[in-house]
């Protein structure tokens, strides 16, 4: 394998034509210029079926979202990354869309994020079960269409607990612990292993089956209650019990001391994390310092801004922390799924993603630089 | 007497939902959205008025956040950029003070529904000094010091308006105080609130959510105010020895981050156990936060519970 290789952590933003369809809407035409621009740029063919179909008084949407997973690993592709996905394409976002393939959930109303902007969230009303392994035809599908190693993101057991409400699993604590605040944590602990175990566990197994050579867990909420890192190890580890396939783990916005020393029981092969949005790369002397011998998806994009990152920045930064952790170790990636972006801008940075890993690949082979630390 | 009340903002109705996602894609006007907010506010106040509790509050629809009413018409502070808002998946606009904060007594006046208040016993909700300093960025070159002392003289300039405007309870809020306060915060935090609160006639309490307030419940119990609260589901009381002699504690009962409604019973016993634990004077039933973190039906739901569980408590005689 290269040195510095490059990847992305997940969605991009869906375009227009598709979230028309999916809505009932007609596209405009400025929509259907989009795809004959990407089309060119991307070198995909064929578009004709793509634009009859939109066309078309009720379209077979799954055709649509097939076409909108190709457009999106084709840009990951043509951008020249290293490990690609359809930019979550067929997903609503990362919680509601497991949640409603969960039985034991149930969506009351509407709770604010900030100011006028609102999420559903979901309560468990009774013990999860998985109705049917997720994610498992939107893995076949990119895989007979990639070129380049797919690796496909999952939502993780802590952070469906975390961003749900905690009904039937409190019910079951022992009435007799008195104190709210064992009880709420007894009951985390019940829930979030629940999902471990019979939700993400049965539907890794299903993706392992389906051909997934590298499956990265997402959970953004696993520093949110610092007391409860060690049910997101816990739980990690029972989801991934007997997987054989590459696995990561993608924490973003956190503070990742508040992961040690619990990190180092956690059975993951690579942390892909956020940098550039807090500026603190000083933080890979932690996970030197606490001996963490696992692969570093260094963030050095932020996907919060349109401003693009240099190549020469971006080589910068990953010759630090390769001076530090081992150049062996460090892959290249945005700090996040790069939705809030325009496909312009998400395609401009990734570019200059790669340019900048293969000028550190360059200056590393330059300076004679050992690959260990 | 043991009473019960609301600590916070409550959840938008799915109209107001509705309306204010249209509003800012141009497919609503802002007199829809008024409209729906005093529609929301009349609701809430019945709910709590047909529950029995002994303080009303409007719902706090209009704000965005605990500090949004005081950034936009405060000179010195506007709202600045997203952060995350403590343990929750939720965020605010942090305060970014920009120079001495100038006290206006007219801020919180422009939020509150004063007409569909009117003729009741209303409490108003406001965050701490030590709050508003603690949460915001400080961009200007005054010294932490004057921060605090700035934030204390625009509250009690708040304060004393609210009094003026009829108002019989003011809560200050406070998650600031056990969740990110070093201890040699706590005193400043108390002479900052004893500033704002000086010489007011209106009940007053101060409510620390979202962490442990056992670790400094001695100090909090000897707050200048007449009432302290106590969110059970972050606090540990084990080993804690304070005696709040004299005072009403403001038990965090009803969980505002969580949508299982609870059992009367169980309400019941923790305010009272708590009520023993600390040596209060009396104890009052309330959620441990805001209800915003709730979809408006189940906040409805546990808001008719806590009155339910206010009933029970004063049937028992205790």
Known sequence: ?????????????????????????????????????????????????????????????????????????RLQEVAGLDAVYDGEARRVEMYEYAARRIAGFHFYGHVRSFDNRYYRKAAVIDRVRLTEPFHVDELRYVKSVARKPVKIPITGPYTLAEWSFNEYYLKTVDPSVRDLRTRAHTAKRAFTLDLAREVLHPTLKALEAAGADWIQIDEPAATTKPDEVPILVEAFNEAVRDIKAKLSIHICYSDYRLLYPEMLKMRVDHLAFEFKNTGDFNIVHLFRDQGDPRELGLGVLDVHSDVLETPGEIKDKLLDAARVL???????????????????????????????????????????????? | MPFAHLVGIFPRTEKVVELSRALERRRASQEDLAAAIAEAERQVITVQREAGLDYIVDGQFRWQDLFRPLSDAIPGLHAGGIVRWFDNNTFYRRPVITGALQPTGMALLKVINLAALAGLRWKAILPSPFALAAMSENASKRSPVEVLADAAAVLRAEAKALESAGCAYIQFSDPALVARARRE??????????????????????????????????????????????????????????????????????????????????????????????GAADVALVPNCDMEFLPWDVAVAKTRRLGEAAVALRRAGR
């Open chain 2, 185 to 278: 915060d706590v005193g400043r935090a108390r002479d900052a609130l004893a500033a704002a609160t000086e010489g007011l006639r209106v009940r007053t309490a101060l409510h620390t959510f979202f962490a442990d307030a056992g670790p400094i419940m001695s100090e909090l119990v000897a707050f200048p105010v007449d009432e302290v609260g106590v969110d059970l589901y972050a606090a540990s009381l084990n080993g804690v020895r304070a005696r709040a002699t004299g005072k009403t504690v403001l038990a965090g009962v009803v969980d505002g981050r969580n949508s299982l409604v609870e059992d009367v019973d169980a309400l019941v016993d923790q305010a009272l156990h708590l009520r023993d634990r600390l």
């Open chain 1, 1 to 73: 394998m290269k040195l510095f290789p490059t990847q992305e952590i997940g969605s991009l933003a869906k375009p227009a034509w598709l979230v028309k369809t999916t809505r009932g809407q007609r596209p405009s035409d400025a929509d259907l210029r989009e795809i004959d621009r990407w089309a060119e740029r991307l070198g995909i063919e064929g578009t004709d079926e793509l634009k009859a179909l939109l066309a078309s008084e009720h379209p077979d949407k799954e055709r649509v979202r097939d076409w909108a997973a190709l457009f999106a690993i």
């Open chain 1, 326 to 373: 081992g150049a062996e170790k460090i892959w290249a990636n945005p700090d996040c799924g790069l939705r809030t972006r325009t496909w312009d801008v998400a395609f401009a940075k990734l570019q200059n993603l790669v340019e900048g890993a293969q000028l550190a690949r360059e200056e590393l082979a330059r300076e004679g630089l050992t690959r260990e630390a």
